[in-house]
């Protein structure tokens, strides 16, 4: 490459680091000389570029607008103080909460246990547990109680058997035993998962204990873990417990299925559920314990190949037919590892990641510990902590150093009121006074630790300093929202009638038809109800001249329809009588119009959600329109430009 041109690329490269760079201290716009900066607009520009469908809003000067009513709806919050609201701190601090255990967890261990649970995932358990409850915060005697008990337990499932045992002890407030079908990971807590995965076929554990208690595990069969379905289904709905229309039209449309007809032309036409019968009746692809009916999947891990149609079986949901459509083994190690990532920092196997982390923050912070502050809590500490009544000296060394991480400096008046809090859980006389003071001592030290990082964190990481900022507005402008504009067009009832009044002409039901649509595989017959129609004879009476000798050639669907009825052919044009027969949803469908139902204007209260919608999207076009006579708006000319030039190029 030639010299110049070198030379070309290098001024070009200076040239946007310089812009970029320049941007970052630009103000584009101010609101009451509140500065917002370039480089924020910029951010917010590109990121949401992609989602924007209207082409208009891509527009910058159209996306500036937007920008500046949502900066304007911001500061109008700030006004009202809507920031300094405990309601608005509580929800933040929460969410920011949330947040910041994505960026805090250590990758090693993480990764350790994302192949672990993918291992256990490709097996399936079946087993039992026995579990004696005891609080976490037990007292050394209760606890030792307890785990005498689990091991007697365990003693006699080994000599009498799991089910003998179960119905002596089972009380369901202190003593479980409980079988608990196949599971896999994820279905149980981390600690009870590993004593299930490392319990041999047969085989009784150890006593171990979780959050819960202590428990045994009786491991009855291992398999491999059942493949990810995914079916259609035919729904129709019951309208009470004895429905027998329901049932009635389930075994019709099996009837057409054993006779031929297409399974997902039939769901299109005919299963009630809205979610799934434009596709054919297809659902989300499923794995063993996913759904809420159990008979579902029942039904749906019977079918053994694939295209296989199960019998009409009713759930709580209606009547259902089923077709396997597809069975997925499960997925590779690197698919699955987001989603895995994601389910352990949820679960209970967080708690690993968390010492791991506290390990390494340990590494990382300098803390230096004053060495004399636990042999003087122990001196201070009397016999009252046990009964939950010890409180601090009136006077002792409250403004001493405990401990220090960095800059930041746990008084002796720190610990002492986190020994107070703690008391509670060692209200008993078993315990060691200064082993509780080496515990509370060591729990505060870590829980500082935990949270000088994530005070810290908005310094030490950008991308959460954004996301955090980008939620503290969006909370605020949602309850901005809230307040000024949502709950007051739904509380409001005199000014959403003034509203409707004054645009009622917007709201109506457009035309209609009270009609009966009859759908058939066979064209011949479908010509044939049609000539029936036409001669006027009631549906009972077709129904027994087309649907005989045990076969259902024809459903019919009766009902008052718009245009975009899912009965309905696309190009149907209303008009009273009999239609042509149309190809529809791959079968013929004819169609008789009893009568033509003209656009009518609806009453308020039938449109009043649609009406509360709109007068929303009113008032807060008003409302913009005053916040930016009550604030004062000033773009700088030269930045936008600059804008400009950097995203044309």
């Not at 609101?31 to 949401?48: G, M, T």
Request: hydrophobic fraction near 35%.
């Amino acid at each position: 490459m030639k010299i110049k041109h070198i030379l070309f690329l290098f001024a070009l490269l200076f040239l946007s680091l310089s812009v970029l760079q320049a941007q970052n201290k630009d103000v584009l716009f101010t609101i009451d000389k509140a500065p917002v900066y370039a480089s924020e607009f910029l951010r917010v520009y590109n990121k949401n570029l992609d989602l924007v469908k209207d082409e208009s809003q891509k527009d910058i000067d159209g996306y500036l607008n937007l920008f500046i009513n949502y900066k304007l709806k911001l500061q109008e919050a700030k006004r009202l103080k809507l920031d300094e609201k405990p309601n608005y701190i509580r929800e933040f601090e929460n969410y920011k909460r949330q947040l910041t255990k994505n960026y805090l967890s250590d990758n090693k261990v993480t990764n350790v246990l994302v192949q672990e649970a993918y291992k256990r995932l490709q097996t399936e358990i079946n087993a039992s547990h026995i579990l004696v409850r005891i609080d976490e915060s037990a007292s050394p005697k209760d606890t030792l109680v307890a785990f005498n008990e689990i091991v007697k337990l365990r003693d006699r499932v080994l000599n009498e058997g799991y089910e003998v045992v179960q119905k002596d002890v089972h009380n369901g407030k202190t003593i479980y035993a409980e079988d608990l079908g196949y599971f896999t990971a994820f279905a149980m807590v981390y600690p009870f998962e590993t004593a299930a995965y490392n319990t041999k076929i047969g085989e009784v554990s150890q006593p171990f204990r979780t959050r819960f208690g202590y428990h045994i595990v009786t491991v009855f069969n291992k398999r491999k873990a059942r493949e990810e379905l995914t079916v259609a289904h035919i729904l129709i709905k019951t309208k009470n417990e004895g429905d027998l229309e329901s049932e009635t039209k389930i075994n019709e449309i099996f009837k057409r299925l054993q006779q031929g007809e297409n399974f997902e032309a039939l769901a299109k036409q005919l299963s009630e559920d809205k979610g799934t019968a434009s596709k054919g009746g297809e659902i989300k692809p499923f794995k063993s314990g996913e759904l809420s009916s159990q008979e579902f999947e029942k039904q749906a891990y019977q079918l053994k190949n694939l295209e296989d149609i199960s019998k009409p079986f009713k759930t709580e949901f209606g009547w259902h037919i089923v077709k396997l459509l597809n069975k997925k083994e499960m997925e590779s190690f690197e698919e699955m590892k987001p989603k895995l990532e994601s389910k352990i920092k949820r679960d209970s196997r967080s708690k690993v990641i968390n010492d791991s982390r506290v390990k390494l923050l340990k590494e990382k912070y300098t803390i230096e510990e004053n060495k004399d502050v636990l042999d003087y809590f122990k001196s201070i500490i009397t016999e009252d902590y046990f009964n939950n009544r010890w409180r601090l000296p009136t006077h002792f060394d409250s403004n001493k150093t405990a401990f220090k991480i960095q800059d930041k400096i746990i008084t002796y008046n720190d610990f002492g009121k986190y020994l107070i809090k703690s008391q509670n859980i060692y209200n008993n006389k078993a315990s060691e006074i200064s082993i509780i003071v080496d515990m509370v001592y060591n729990t505060l030290l870590e829980s500082e630790l935990l949270k000088y990082q994530e005070e810290n964190l908005i310094n030490e990481n950008s991308d959460y300093a954004q996301i955090v900022e980008e939620y503290r507005d969006g909370l605020l402008l949602f309850d901005l929202m809230e307040s000024e504009i949502w709950n007051v067009a739904k509380n409001d009832s005199v000014a959403l009638q003034k509203y409707f009044n004054a645009y009622q002409k917007n709201y109506y039901f457009p035309e209609r038809i009270e009609a009966i649509v009859a759908s058939s595989s066979n064209k011949s017959i479908t010509k044939k109800v049609s000539k029936l129609l036409d001669n006027g004879l009631d549906i009972e009476a077709i129904k027994n001249l087309v649907n005989t000798n045990g076969q259902v050639n024809v459903s019919f669907t009766e009902d008052i329809m718009e245009k975009t009825h899912q009965a309905l052919p696309s190009d149907f044009k209303f008009k009273k009588g009999v239609s042509k027969v149309f190809k529809h949803n791959d079968a013929f469908v004819v169609v008789y119009v009893k009568e033509i139902l003209p656009k009518t204007q609806k009453t308020f209260e039938e449109t009043k959600g649609k009406v509360t919608s709109d007068y929303q999207s009113f008032k807060e076009e008003n409302w913009l329109k005053e916040l930016s006579v009550i604030f004062t708006i000033q773009v700088n000319q030269d930045v936008l430009n600059k804008i400009k030039q950097t995203i044309q190029n």
